[in-house]
Each structure stands twice: as C-alpha cells, then as structure tokens.
Nanobody
Framework: QVRLVESGGGSVQAGGSLRLSCGAS????????MGWFRQAPGMEREAVAG????????VYGDSAKGRFRISQDNAKKTLHLQMNNLKPEDTATYYC???????????????????????WGQGTQVTVSS
C-alpha cells in the first residue's frame, strides 16, 4: 500500500524559508516520479516542482523557479522541497504526489498534470505573512 506523508509546513514571514518533506512507503521509491503541488483556498491545485526517478531530471512551475528546489533522499525514501524567499502568494496547502509507472518520454510536458499521479499525501499547510 502506497503511503505519502508530508511534514515541515508552518507559518513564516515573507522572505523566509521552509523545507517540506514527504516520507514515502509501499513502492520502490527511486523508480517513481515525484511531484509537489499546492492548492490555495478557492484555487485549482497547481504543480510546483517535479523530479524524475531518483533525480534524473528536475522541473519547476513558474512560481517556483529560482526560489524552490526539489530533491530526494533515496536511502531515506524522502522527498524534499526547499522553499526560499517565500511570498504571501505562496500560502497554500502543499501536497506530494507519486507516479510509479513513469516514462521519461515527454516528461517535461506531463509532469505538471494532476491526473498523472495516482498517489497523494494528505497535505501540509504553508502560511506566509507579509
């Protein structure tokens, strides 16, 4: 049974940093594509960052470029999202997601689509105050 558990959310002032983590179990961690998504109240869930099979390729949504970094520790089966220079508009619930059957073809095109990911965590709240 696949299980994803996020942690590391919290409240921070604008300009601050947070590091989110997602512990994974129930599948071969390094063989899956992982992603971070976020959803603010009343908004669609949007893609933040993705990483291909243990770190072969990293991709970022426009809101994350230059400020966030996705990484994973295969030995600890943990996905991370380092978020720097946080802004109030980053306030949202952040979710990690996993896709276990993960082709590299067109990865940069499909990584941001929610429907591609079969497994989701319960989310962790990030609140950034101005």
């Amino acid at each position: 049974q696949v299980r994803l558990v996020e942690s590391g959310g919290g409240s921070v002032q604008a300009g601050g940093s947070l590091r989110l983590s997602c512990g994974a179990s129930g599948y071969t961690f390094g063989s899956a594509c992982m992603g971070w998504f976020r959803q603010a109240p009343g908004m669609e869930r949007e893609a933040v960052a993705g990483i291909y099979r243990g770190g072969g390729s990293e991709v970022y949504g426009d809101s994350a470029k230059g400020r966030f970094r996705i990484s994973q520790d295969n030995a600890k089966k943990t996905l991370h999202l380092q978020m720097n220079n946080l802004k109030p508009e980053d306030t949202a619930t952040y979710y990690c997601a996993a896709k276990t059957n993960c082709p590299f073809d067109y990865y940069r095109e499909w990584w941001s689509r929610k429907v591609e990911y079969a497994y989701w965590g319960q989310g962790t709240q990030v609140t950034v105050s101005s």
